[in-house]
T-cell receptor, first 115, second 115 residues
Framework: AQSVSQHNHHVILSEAASLELGCNYS??????LFWYVQYPGQHLQLLLK??????LVKGIKGFEAEFIKSKFSFNLRKPSVQWSDTAEYFC?????????????FGKGTMLLVSP | DTGVSQDPRHKITKRGQNVTFRCDPI?????LYWYRQTLGQGPEFLTY????????KSRLLSDRFSAERPKGSFSTLEIQRTEQGDSAMYLC?????????????FGPGTRLTVL
């Protein structure tokens, strides 16, 4: 079975700092990868996704993520965070060769951006 | 609002009682998923439907949990004889599967508290 590990449970940054949230997965086959975000009081929203092709994917609000197959990683980055980026971020994986259409999530990283 | 809706948003019940939650997916979406999220964890997959067919239910937490999607539109998740350990956020998501993979859109969740 697949699993997802997010490196940090909590991250605190000042506005304009750069962000990198780590995500590693374990699965022997091909996967689709996702980052979801949950802003305070709101529901989960898709930030970006990787299915195939260019391993550097760009999402909404200036976020990007890079899939490094050899490292089983899909780290999320943003060059300059804003106070409005305060949220919980979840990495998720879905095997492409599995009959299950389900997502396996990491435990999440709570990001707090101070103004 | 044409997103995924869930009802109720909050439910407080006494141990041993039965509870039922409803999910209305985005109208043209043919897949519907149920997840559970506990504090400090990411969403955990429970079950999913394609139209009215329940394609995976082995991840339901016990035989006290059951889900239906009788007409391929809304779905219900029932927990019988609730226990304190059932206290969690129950999330519903939907997606449109045509060919290849797809994005899951999440609802706001139902927060269950079992006293």
């Amino acid at each position: 079975a697949q699993s997802v590990s997010q490196h940090n449970h909590h991250v605190i940054l000042s506005e304009a700092a750069s962000l990198e949230l780590g995500c590693n997965y374990s699965y022997g086959g091909t996967v689709n990868l996702f980052w979801y975000v949950q802003y305070p009081g709101q529901h989960l929203q898709l930030l970006l996704k990787y299915f195939s092709g260019d391993p550097l994917v760009k999402g909404i609000k200036g976020f990007e993520a890079e899939f490094i197959k050899s490292k089983f990683s899909f780290n999320l980055r943003k060059p300059s965070v804003q106070w409005s980026d305060t949220a919980e971020y979840f990495c998720a994986v879905k095997p492409r060769d599995s009959g299950y259409s389900t997502l396996t999530f990491g435990k999440g990283t709570m990001l707090l951006v101070s103004p | 609002d044409t997103g995924v809706s869930q009802d109720p948003r909050h439910k407080i019940t006494k141990r041993g009682q039965n509870v039922t939650f409803r999910c209305d997916p985005i109208s043209e979406h043919n897949r519907l998923y149920w997840y559970r999220q506990t504090l400090g964890q990411g969403p955990e997959f429970l079950t999913y439907f394609q139209n009215e067919a329940q394609l995976e239910k082995s991840r339901l937490l016990s035989d006290r949990f059951s889900a239906e999607r009788p007409k391929g539109s809304f779905s219900t998740l029932e927990i019988q004889r609730t226990e304190q350990g059932d206290s969690a956020m129950y999330l519903c998501a939907s997606s449109l599967v045509l060919a290849g993979d797809n994005e899951q859109f999440f609802g706001p969740g139902t927060r269950l508290t079992v006293l």
